[in-house]
């Protein structure tokens, strides 16, 4: 079948004046999005729950209807971007939490039939100064906006190259580089975990926190961090792993008969075929990469949180930013 562009009118007027039904499948799930909406349903589920567009979790009435932050964060984007988007199918794709990102179209199409308005966003602006902040504001408060995650990681990586004057990790001669020893390992950690601090603290959304809660979290996944940075510093090299302190790690061992120098390499064979080549295949950019970081760092899981609910928050707002910013690079690459 052809692909079909659509503009904003033709799409608003199809969805309030057309009876054309979608596939039983798409008009079940959409049914079931807005069955809470029907005024004699004695239902004591509250409609404002639900996402009329997706069915995830709404956080509320956003451009005149109930919706979720990644479907409210799409309208917005679509309309002031003016994006005219086409289905590959016939216009009845389903869109639900896990298949919302799957057609643009048939996503756009449902705002419109939940009640969204166009004019709601572009009046939005007039408007900011007299609600609460938006997601956007919160973001740009807090420091959760992929803008702003991506400039605490270039922050963090300027403090590194200040820790080691001699570290030009991405420029260097690789053959001038000797392999890492133990006591290499240990000193390279050692100064991540310091940048590693230094990265949370640009982060205005960590510096609001209890002191107790800053600590758990340093604390809960430094290894998984230390992991991730070294795997991005190492993604243009083959088969070989750089250290913070320009040391080098090699799949194999240039001294086997050295039993640590082999279980280095070892476990750097691991992080290499399991992290590094996974990132490469993807083509991870460092937007990405720096939004992974703040998942992963945002564990409302961690032991020792005074107020998982908050860090549960800020992960939940990275999330929907790294999901809108996929999106647009998926929409923009077309």
Not at 165 to 192: G, H, P, W, Y
Not at 305 to 333: C, M
Request: with cysteine.
């Amino acid at each position: 079948m052809s692909n079909t562009g659509i503009e904003y009118s033709e799409l608003n007027d199809r969805t309030k004046g057309s009876h054309d039904s979608p596939s039983h499948t798409s008009d079940t799930a959409y049914e079931s999005c807005l069955s809470p909406l029907q005024p004699n349903d004695s239902s004591s589920f509250n409609a404002i729950n639900v996402c009329a567009i997706c069915c995830d979790r709404a956080t509320g009435k956003h451009y005149g209807a109930a919706s979720c932050d990644g479907c409210k964060g799409f309208f917005r984007r679509s309309v002031r971007k003016n994006h005219t988007y086409s289905c590959r199918f016939s216009r009845n794709c389903v869109v639900d939490k896990d298949k919302r990102n799957q057609c643009r179209y048939c996503r756009l199409k449902k705002c419109f039939k939940a009640g969204m308005k166009k004019e709601a966003v572009q009046n939005e602006r007039d408007r900011i100064s007299c609600r609460k902040p938006s997601t956007d504001d919160k973001n740009t408060i807090n420091g959760l906006s992929v803008k702003f995650l991506l400039r605490a990681e270039n922050f963090s990586r300027h403090f590194g190259a200040a820790l080691d004057e001699t570290n030009d990790a991405e420029e260097a001669d690789l053959s001038s580089k000797r392999f890492a020893s133990i006591n290499d390992v240990c000193d390279s950690m050692k100064q991540q975990l310091l940048i590693l601090v230094e990265w949370a603290k640009s982060i205005p959304a960590f510096a609001e926190l209890q002191l107790d809660d800053q600590v758990a979290l340093l604390r809960a996944h430094a290894g998984e961090h230390l992991l991730l940075g070294l795997s991005r510093r190492s993604m243009h090299l083959q088969d070989m792993l750089l250290l913070g302190n320009n040391c080098i790690i090699t799949k194999q061992c240039p001294d086997a008969n050295m039993s640590p120098n082999l279980d280095i390499s070892r476990i750097g064979a691991r992080i290499i075929d399991e992290l590094v080549s996974a990132m490469k295949e993807i083509q991870i950019d460092d937007s990405e990469l720096a939004c992974i970081k703040a998942l992963v760092f945002f564990d409302p899981s961690a032991k020792g949180l005074n107020e998982p609910a908050k860090i549960k928050s800020l992960r939940h707002q990275v999330l929907n930013n790294l999901e809108d910013y996929i999106s647009d690079k998926l929409y923009d690459s077309r």
